[in-house]
């Protein structure tokens, strides 16, 4: 059998690894875009000009992050990313179908304001309306928990703020900790228990005095549960 093959001279060779120190030892040196996946022109450019995009690359993989601009009572121009006043009330729209937006063009140096929808007692805006508040809402107030959950026996609170959202505060050595409220069942996440972090919690409503709380680790497969009593007192 034949074989052909091509074999690089001394000089060659010689020519390569000459090339290599120098890159070495050279700033500017091509990069390898498997090593340095944000070396590609653009990648992480949303096409908005009011985020400030940056990359960071793990792994040989991109990640990308896409901040809005902060500007305050101002808004951003998407034309050409700066902070400016406002002009009409709908240049203050924050997505949020459940606050009032309003532009002051007279007031110094801004002009928004996002107000919460103010709803009757009993009632949360949903959708831009006011309507009946879910049997969460009628469940705050303090609790005393009992059950495997770290930190049995203790006081916990469950909270609403004026703007309709939910929190648990006291429970083992979480911070407040954010709820997501649908009708008689809150959701919250990344909770510790046992030292151990990354818990998703599950809060339902038993009855006017009583909720059960489940905490499970999806990554380990760990779980605890307690039983919430309405402090009377």
């Known amino acids: 059998m034949q074989r052909n093959w091509t074999r690089k001279s001394a000089s060659g060779r010689a020519g390569t690894l000459v090339g290599v120190i120098a890159c070495l030892f050279t700033v500017g040196c091509p990069s390898d875009p498997v090593d340095d996946p944000c070396g590609v022109a653009g990648i992480c450019n949303d096409g908005d000009n009011c985020t400030v995009d940056t990359c960071v690359a793990m792994a040989g993989v991109a990640n990308c992050t896409n901040t809005r601009v902060d500007c305050g009572e101002q808004i951003c121009d998407s034309s050409t990313g700066q902070c400016v006043d406002c002009t009409m009330d709908e240049d203050c729209d924050d997505g949020d179908a459940c606050t009032d937006d309003l532009c002051d063009p007279m007031a110094t140096g801004a002009g928004c304001s996002n107000t919460p929808v103010v709803c009757p007692p009993g009632e949360d ?12 809402a009628q469940s705050v107030g303090n609790y005393t928990v009992a059950g495997s959950c770290d930190d049995g026996d203790q006081m916990v609170s469950l909270l609403r703020g004026d703007d309709g959202t939910f929190t648990l505060t006291g429970f083992g050595d979480n911070g407040p900790i954010s709820l997501m409220v649908d009708d008689d069942t809150a959701t919250g996440s990344d909770v510790e228990q046992f030292g151990i972090g990354g818990h998703d919690i ?22 605890c549960s307690a039983t919430l009593t309405a402090d009377e007192e």
């Open 125 to 136: 805006c949903v959708d831009g309306e006011c309507a009946a508040a879910s049997q969460f």
């Open 202 to 223: 599950t809060i339902t409503l038993q009855d006017g005095s009583t909720l059960t709380l489940m905490a499970v680790q999806p990554t380990m497969g760990g779980s």
